[in-house]
C-alpha cells in the first residue's frame, strides 16, 4: 500500500513538474523571439526648422455692415401710388423710388401759382405806375408784400409735395420693396433698405491687453475664412473706454468690397497686422503635441556614429579590390537608420498654421509634422514628405 502511494505520488511530482518546465520554457522562448525581432520604423513626414521672417498678427471676428446704410422711410402719410424700383437694384442719390398720392398738394401748387402769378403782375402794374407819378408809395409796398407771399406760398406747397416722393439720399443698392402699391404709409414704416457695397467697415473687439498693439491707419486684411483673406482695409477708429465686463476694445476697419461679396451683417476672419520680425524660429502646428507634461515636439536625429569594427576593414588592406568595392557601394546605397526623440519645448505666438519656438529647438534640426501618435522616445523613422498635411495650412505672407 505504501509502495504504491509513493509511486502515485513521484508521477504526479513528474507530471507537474513537466508542466511548469514547458510553461518556463515556452515563455522563455517568446521571450527571446519578441527580443530579438527586428523593430519596424515608422513612417513620418518631417519639415526643417529655419529662421523665418514673422509676421505677428491680432486675429478676431468681425462683423460687416455698409459704411452706408439707412433703412427709407417716408416723410408723411399717403397711400403708394408708385414703386420705382426693384429688389437689388442699383440707383444714384437724388432717384426717385416712391410716389405716394399727392393730388391734393398738386392742385395746391397750381393754384398757388396761378395767384402767385398774379400778384406778379399786380406788382408790375404798381411799379410802372410808381415810376410815373401816377401810382402812390403804399400801393407799390402792398403790391410787394402780396407777390412776396404769394411765392413764399409757393415754396410752402412746393415743400409739401416733395414730402410725398420718396428719393435715395446718396448711391447704393436696394434691397427688397416692404410696400405694395395702394398700401396706407406713415412715418417709421419702412419702405426699402439702401446700401452702398462699395465700401464696408467692420466692426470687432480684441484684448485689452492688445490695445498697444493698435493704430489708426494700421493695415488689416478679411476673409470669409481663415484660409482666404482677400479683402485688404484700415483702422479708421479706437474706442478708448474698455467694456469693463467683457474686458475687450471695440475697433472699427474701413474694407473696399470691389466684388460684393460682402454683405451686412456678415462675419468675417480679421487679422491685424504688426510689424515683421526676422530670425523667429517656428514650425507648423501639427508638429506640436500639447500634454500634461507641457509642449513637445519628435525630432529626427541619426544615431551616435560608432567606429567600424577591425574585420570590416580587413579586405580593404588584403588588396581584394573587388568584394571592397562591392563593400563600398551597398554601403552607398543603405541610408543610416534613424530615430525620433521627444524634445519639450517652449511656445509662444501663433499665426497662420505656425507656432513660435521660444526655446527647445535650433535652427537645422528636423522635426515631426505627422505620424507623431504612433512615436515612442527614441523609436525608428523613415522619412517620407510626399504626403505632408503642414503643407495645406495657409502659410505666412511674409515666412520665407
Given at each position: 500500500m505504501i509502495k504504491r502511494f509513493l509511486i502515485a505520488f513521484v508521477l504526479l511530482v513528474l507530471v507537474c513538474g513537466g508542466i511548469v518546465g514547458f510553461n518556463l520554457f515556452r515563455d522563455r522562448a517568446i521571450q527571446q523571439y519578441f527580443a530579438n525581432m527586428p523593430v519596424v520604423p515608422l513612417t513620418v513626414s518631417t519639415?526643417?526648422?529655419?529662421?523665418?521672417?514673422?509676421?505677428?498678427?491680432?486675429?478676431?471676428?468681425?462683423?460687416?455692415?455698409?459704411?452706408?446704410?439707412?433703412?427709407?422711410?417716408?416723410?408723411?402719410?399717403?397711400?403708394?401710388?408708385?414703386?420705382?424700383?426693384?429688389?437689388?437694384?442699383?440707383v444714384e442719390e437724388g432717384q426717385l423710388l416712391v410716389r405716394l398720392d399727392d393730388a391734393v398738394e398738386q392742385a395746391d401748387l397750381a393754384a398757388a401759382r396761378t395767384q402767385a402769378t398774379l400778384d406778379q403782375q399786380a406788382l408790375d402794374r404798381a411799379q410802372a405806375l410808381r415810376k410815373s407819378g401816377a401810382g402812390t408809395q403804399a400801393a407799390l409796398d402792398s403790391a410787394s408784400a402780396a407777390a412776396s407771399t404769394s411765392?413764399?406760398?409757393?415754396?410752402?406747397?412746393?415743400?409739401?409735395?416733395?414730402?410725398?416722393?420718396?428719393?435715395?439720399?446718396?448711391?447704393?443698392?436696394?434691397?427688397?420693396?416692404?410696400?405694395?402699391?395702394?398700401?396706407?404709409?406713415?412715418?417709421?414704416?419702412?419702405?426699402?433698405?439702401?446700401?452702398?457695397?462699395?465700401?464696408?467697415?467692420?466692426?470687432?473687439?480684441?484684448?485689452?491687453?492688445?490695445?498697444?498693439?493698435?493704430?489708426?491707419?494700421?493695415?488689416?486684411?478679411?476673409?470669409l475664412t481663415g484660409g482666404d483673406m482677400a479683402y485688404k482695409g484700415v483702422i479708421t477708429g479706437i474706442d478708448p473706454k474698455i467694456d469693463p465686463t467683457s474686458r475687450l476694445v471695440s475697433v472699427r476697419a474701413e474694407i473696399a468690397n470691389p466684388d460684393r461679396r460682402l454683405s451686412p451683417g456678415q462675419f468675417v476672419q480679421v487679422r491685424v497686422e504688426q510689424p515683421k520680425?526676422?530670425?523667429?524660429?517656428?514650425?507648423?502646428?501639427?508638429?506640436?503635441?500639447?500634454?500634461?507634461?507641457?509642449?513637445?515636439?519628435?525630432?529626427?536625429?541619426?544615431?551616435?556614429?560608432?567606429?567600424?569594427?577591425?574585420?570590416?576593414?580587413?579586405?580593404?588592406?588584403?588588396?581584394?579590390?573587388?568584394?571592397?568595392?562591392?563593400?563600398?557601394?551597398?554601403?552607398?546605397?543603405?541610408?543610416?537608420?534613424?530615430?525620433?526623440?521627444?524634445?519639450?519645448?517652449?511656445?509662444?505666438?501663433?499665426s497662420d498654421g505656425r507656432v513660435e519656438i521660444l526655446s527647445g529647438l535650433e535652427a537645422g534640426e528636423e522635426v515631426v509634422t505627422a505620424g507623431q501618435n504612433r512615436l515612442s522616445n527614441g523609436a525608428p523613422v523613415t522619412v517620407d514628405n510626399t504626403v505632408d498635411p503642414s503643407v495645406l495650412l495657409p502659410k505666412q505672407d511674409g515666412a520665407q
Open positions: 519639415a526643417k526648422v529655419e529662421p523665418v521672417t514673422w509676421t505677428p498678427a491680432i486675429e478676431a471676428i468681425g462683423t460687416v455692415a455698409a459704411a452706408r446704410g439707412v433703412d427709407l422711410t417716408v416723410e408723411t402719410t399717403g397711400v403708394v401710388k408708385e414703386i420705382l424700383f426693384k429688389a437689388n437694384e442699383r411765392r413764399s406760398q409757393v415754396v410752402k406747397i412746393q415743400a409739401l409735395a416733395d414730402q410725398k416722393l420718396l428719393k435715395a439720399p446718396f448711391s447704393g443698392t436696394l434691397g427688397i420693396p416692404r410696400i405694395d402699391p395702394g398700401q396706407y404709409v406713415a412715418p417709421g414704416n419702412v419702405v426699402v433698405t439702401l446700401q452702398d457695397l462699395d465700401t464696408m467697415r467692420a466692426d470687432f473687439t480684441v484684448p485689452e491687453q492688445q490695445l498697444a498693439d493698435l493704430r489708426i491707419d494700421q493695415p488689416v486684411t478679411f476673409g520680425e526676422d530670425g523667429v524660429i517656428a514650425v507648423p502646428q501639427t508638429a506640436l503635441t500639447a500634454s500634461l507634461y507641457g509642449d513637445f515636439v519628435f525630432v529626427v536625429r541619426p544615431p551616435s556614429e560608432k567606429p567600424a569594427a577591425p574585420a570590416q576593414q580587413e579586405p580593404a588592406r588584403q588588396g581584394s579590390s573587388g568584394t571592397a568595392s562591392a563593400a563600398s557601394e551597398t554601403a552607398g546605397k543603405e541610408a543610416p537608420p534613424l530615430s525620433a526623440h521627444q524634445v519639450f519645448v517652449k511656445t509662444g505666438r501663433r
